[in-house]
């Protein structure tokens, strides 16, 4: 059973930073691509950044870019997403989702999220 538990999330001033995890089990971390998602409130799901497998390969939202960086640790199966610059508007849950292969940001999985907040 695939199962994907994000943290680090919490309150944070706006200018200020957070590094988001997810830890992945129960499929091979390794083969698969990963992505952020978010939602803020009364809002859909926003997709935010992706990873390919072995990390190679990144992009970003255009709304995060330069502000965010997606990584990995394939030993530790476990992604990252550092947030630096946080605004307002950054302010939702914040979920992992798992690729349904190597490259691609088609999502299989995700999961509970982390909530972050940014207000001051």
């Known amino acids: 059973e695939v199962q994907l538990v994000e943290s680090g999330g919490g309150l944070v001033q706006p200018g200020g930073s957070l590094r988001l995890s997810c830890a992945a089990s129960?499929?091979?971390?390794?083969?698969?691509?990963m992505n952020w998602v978010r939602q803020a409130p009364g809002k859909g799901l926003e997709w935010v950044s992706y990873?390919?497998?072995?990390?190679?390969?990144?992009s970003y939202a255009d709304s995060v870019k330069g502000r965010f960086t997606i990584s990995r640790d394939n030993a530790k199966n476990t992604l990252y997403l550092q947030m630096n610059s946080l605004k307002a508007e950054d302010t939702a849950v914040y979920y992992c989702a798992k690729s349904q292969g190597p490259y691609g940001r088609t999502t299989d999985a995700r999961g509970q999220g982390t909530l972050v907040t940014v207000s001051s």
């Open positions: 990873i390919s497998n072995a990390g190679g390969t990144t």
């Open positions: 129960g499929f091979t971390f390794r083969f698969y691509a």
